[in-house]
Structures are given as C-alpha cells and as structure tokens.
C-alpha cells in the first residue's frame, strides 16, 4: 500500500491539493493511488511531496525497511536517474 494519504496528513496537506499540483483530478490521483502506479508516476508524486519514492511505502510492524521497497532496493540504488530505469526495462 503506498502511503500518500498519511503522508498528506502528516505534512497537513490534502489530496486536492497534491492532485492540483500533479495537474490531475482529485478521482485520478485516488485510483493511482489506490491502484497500481508506475515508477515514474511514483517519482512525480514523491517530488511533490518532498519525499524519496521509498517513503511512499507502508512497512509492515518490525521492518527496519519500507514493505514492498526490499525487494527492489538492489536495483533502485543501481539506478541513478529515470534515463536510466527506462533504458534497463526496455533491455527486458
């Protein structure tokens, strides 16, 4: 689960407001939030959060590590820019 919403609250900013600044619809940013967003899709709702794309994560209760992010750490710190994320997938 990404934690858009609790980061909003506790940056005590709402869900308008970052679909405003992401130049969406408030419906848009809820079903990509609540859906499956892509990598660079998570990268530009981190920037307008001030925020690592990691902490968009939930961890799970004991986790030094946000849950869903250990698996793709290894590669996410291989990856320097998006350049180079997109070159890397089209390898694929």
Request: aromatic share 4%; proline share 3%; glycine share 6%.
């Amino acid at each position: 689960m990404i934690r858009v919403k609790e980061i909003l609250k506790e940056k005590g900013r709402t869900q308008i407001e970052l679909a405003e600044k992401l130049k969406m619809s408030p419906v848009g940013l809820s079903k990509l939030i609540n859906g499956n967003p892509t990598l660079e899709t998570m990268q530009k709702i981190a920037d307008a959060l001030d925020v690592e794309v990691k902490d968009l994560f939930s961890s799970k209760a004991g986790d030094s590590e946000p849950f869903g992010f250990v698996q793709y750490q290894n590669v996410i710190h291989k990856i320097s820019s998006m350049d180079e994320l997109k070159n890397l997938i089209d390898k694929q």
